[in-house]
């Protein structure tokens, strides 16, 4: 099964605007972001203390991001105390080959997974295909893209762009050609998907021998890593492998086992909209005789040293992945999440992935450069984040460093002739006379033109400079 | 002691009868407002943008020009949200007097919901969104216009959501941002709304441009308009 990347997509202005002529997209994803935001809404609303468990969320991040290298050292400690196995992965292709190596070490030629999104980010997938490796998608909205050569679209519902009736097509035409056919006849109630999906998936829990997973916490004071999920298929591939093996960002350290009840509070409201969320799956090290009897802990960097440098950008790495802001963003309601080029999709996608590409450090690509301006500045993302990254703030803060960056030299001409007239009141009078009679007698502009003018006028019309401008209406009544 | 009118470069350029009925209102509350004549933009085009340099300097004027007065007054959630939300990260150190959007300081310093307004049509409320999130002025705009006597006050269906104007995304994203103002102006019109209002002439700007485009729909009348009619 060939999956397909992020690699060489355009920037999000051009691949918003296809998304956007995609109806039956819109119509998924209104429908599907409505449901979830007013869920949401109401779950969070049940807490008179939630201003309070987003701070404590928030500062208890800060903290860890504080004192990682500490924090990190304990963690291994522990992990290796408990029968793990800790590697350091400095970027993707580091942490790919070590879980490469540690497939091949046992002569695994499949691999089970959990959904993760540290794995989404470093191409897993792709770099074990290239290794002759199958590796198996097993949550439902996973194996949903995995199994339609498809992107995912969203943090939590990958498959958020499709509806019950796509699914269906997808695992009549799909699954048999990778394990157990869909039963014949199959409908699109989803009762009969979620059945389809478990007898394809059951075949593969019992066969498989390794499973690779995220983790949406570690505790250092314990080493335990924790996984939060909702349909259980985690669980099957945290406990029926003999080999588990996990990779984790290492911002997600959390100091102490106390601090997960702040999160656990968090996440599950800010992403599913529940009170709890149906499985917490938690180990330490290995047990013997029971579950994975080997467990390799794989410490990815991947760009995130280099976010902690910036004293504005490093608040994204208090992200917990709950999906809380894409639900909300009006941006992404719009376009979905494939338009951003990145498994990081949403607000926080054009946050984040711009720091963990390295804007830090050296100028980034066009499609890169283009996402911290797929936003309104709306500011709905940092209401709705329970970690209260401020992601307008730090947008902002990232247009900054791209617009610092080589390029750009019509749009700085722009701005700098805008500021150079904002900047006198005698200056803005002048033009301000000469747009009042340039316009003459217009009651609309409606003009051509290339970049700012042609997107403005492609759908909008602008009404004329006043012919009287407020400053003048001024001065002639004081007179 | 007079308050300072800050009538924003978007008004005073496009849409100077917002200004005008900014000073109509407060006068006729019995405030004396100036017009500081060297104004011109409070920097947030260029901070917004990324450019933070001609904002700092576009901020650094402001402040300047502004000093001294008790209180600053502006017919722009925006643009008073950037002064007193971003400013400090462009230079901790700059000092402005206290910036209130229109409707804060109708209702929160002159404590007044009653303007003596009329104002006999259906109207539609387009809340914005650094009305709603960067200066949580909340209800104050429908305190003063549920005041207005014979104005029908119409309910649109996603109060909440943005408009999709955003400064140069309008531009940078423009299908994005055009598909935003559609559905916004749907929702807006389905109320059933002669007029939208709105504290802000940007997003009047851009939801007016679309609905010229598309022909007829409502009037775009900005907020401060309706609180100077009379009978």
């Known amino acids: 099964m060939t999956t397909p990347t992020f690699l060489g997509m355009p920037p999000f202005p051009v691949t918003a605007r296809a998304a956007l002529s995609d109806g039956q997209l819109r119509r998924n994803l209104a429908g599907a972001t409505a449901t979830i935001r007013d869920r949401r809404a109401r779950s969070v609303a049940e807490l008179d203390d939630w201003e309070a468990l987003r701070a404590a969320g928030a500062a208890l991040k800060d903290d860890v991001l504080v004192r990682l290298p500490e924090l990190l050292a304990q963690l291994e400690a522990n992990v290796s105390a408990a029968g793990g196995v800790v590697h350091w992965a400095r970027d993707a292709a580091e942490a790919n080959a070590i879980v490469t190596a540690i497939a091949e070490s046992h002569g695994v030629a499949e691999i089970v997974k959990v959904k993760s999104m540290a794995t989404q980010e470093i191409e897993l997938n792709a770099a074990l295909e290239r290794s002759g490796i199958d590796v198996w998608e097993t949550d439902l909205a996973e194996m949903i893209v995995q199994l339609g050569h498809d992107l995912p679209s969203h943090i939590l519902v990958p498959a958020i762009h499709r509806n019950r009736s796509e699914i269906r097509d997808i695992f009549v035409r799909e699954m048999g050609r990778v394990g157990r056919p ?32 995220g983790g949406n916490f570690a505790i250092a004071e314990t080493g335990s890593v924790a996984v939060v999920e909702s349909e259980g298929n985690g669980r099957m591939c945290l406990t029926l492998p003999d080999v588990l093996v996990t990779v984790l960002g290492i911002e997600k350290l959390l100091p102490a086992w106390t601090d997960l009840e702040v999160f656990m509070q968090l996440l599950p409201r800010s992403s599913t909209a529940e009170r709890m969320n149906p499985y917490t799956s938690i180990w330490t090290g290995v047990t013997p005789g029971d579950g994975p009897q080997e467990f390799h802990l794989i410490l990815l960097d991947n760009g995130r040293t280099d976010t902690l440098i910036d004293p504005v950008g490093r608040q994204a790495l208090r992200c917990i992945r709950c999906s809380a802001c894409l ?42 450069a283009s996402l911290p301006f797929a936003s309104s500045l709306c500011g709905a993302c940092f209401d709705a984040c329970p970690v209260r990254i401020d992601i307008p703030e730090v947008l902002v803060h990232l247009r900054a460093k791209v617009v610092d960056q080589p390029g750009h030299r019509a749009e700085r001409a722009t701005m700098a002739a805008a500021a150079a ?26 003009l051509r033109g290339p970049g700012w003018i042609g997107g403005w006028f492609r759908d909008r019309d602008l009404v004329p400079p006043a012919r009287m401008p407020f400053r003048r209406w001024w001065k002639e009544r004081s007179r | 002691m007079a308050i300072a009118l800050f009538v924003t470069c978007l008004a005073d350029t496009l849409f100077p009868r917002a200004g005008i009925a900014t000073v109509q209102v407060l006068e006729r509350l019995g405030v004396e407002v100036d017009f500081p004549s060297a104004q011109t933009c409070c920097g947030q085009m260029h901070f917004n943008s990324g450019y933070r340099r001609e904002a700092a ?67 539609v409320l387009h809340q914005t969104c650094h009305s709603l999130r960067l200066l949580r002025i909340g209800d104050r705009p429908r305190q003063l216009l549920a005041a207005v006597t014979g104005l029908e006050l119409a309910d649109p269906t996603h109060p909440d959501q943005c408009c999709g104007f955003g400064g140069t995304f309008a531009v940078k994203n423009p299908d994005t941002s055009a598909a935003m103002g559609t559905d916004k102006l749907n929702d807006l019109t389905t109320a059933g709304a002669e007029v939208v209002t709105s504290t802000d002439a940007s997003c009047l700007m851009h939801l007016g441009g679309l609905a010229a485009r598309r022909g007829g729909g409502p009037r775009f009348v900005h907020l401060a308009e309706i609180l100077a009619a009379t009978r």
């Open chain 1, 182 to 213: 869909a039963p014949a006849g199959i409908t699109d109630q989803p009762a009969e998907l979620a059945e389809a999906a478990r007898l394809h998936l059951r075949e593969k829990f019992l066969r498989a021998r390794m499973a690779v997973s």
């Open chain 1, 327 to 368: 639900n909300v963003c009006p941006i992404y309601e719009r376009t979905g999440g494939t338009a951003y080029g990145s498994p990081y999709p949403g607000p926080i996608g054009a946050i984040l992935t711009p720091q963990l590409r390295g804007i830090h450090r050296r100028p980034v690509d066009e499609q890169t």
């Open chain 1, 421 to 446: 007239v904002l900047r006198s009141p005698k200056r803005l009078a002048a033009v301000q006379a000469l747009g009042g009679v340039t316009a003459g007698r217009a009651r609309r502009l409606r």
């Open chain 2, 57 to 123: 300097q576009l901020a650094a004027g402001f402040a300047e020009t502004f000093a001294g007065y008790e209180a600053v007054v502006s017919p722009s959630a925006s643009c008073a949200a950037m002064v007193r939300h971003h400013y400090r990260r462009i230079d901790p150190d700059l000092v402005t007097p206290p910036v209130y959007e229109l409707t804060e300081y109708l209702v929160d310093v002159l404590g007044v919901t009653d303007v003596g307004a009329y104002f006999p049509h259906r109207v």
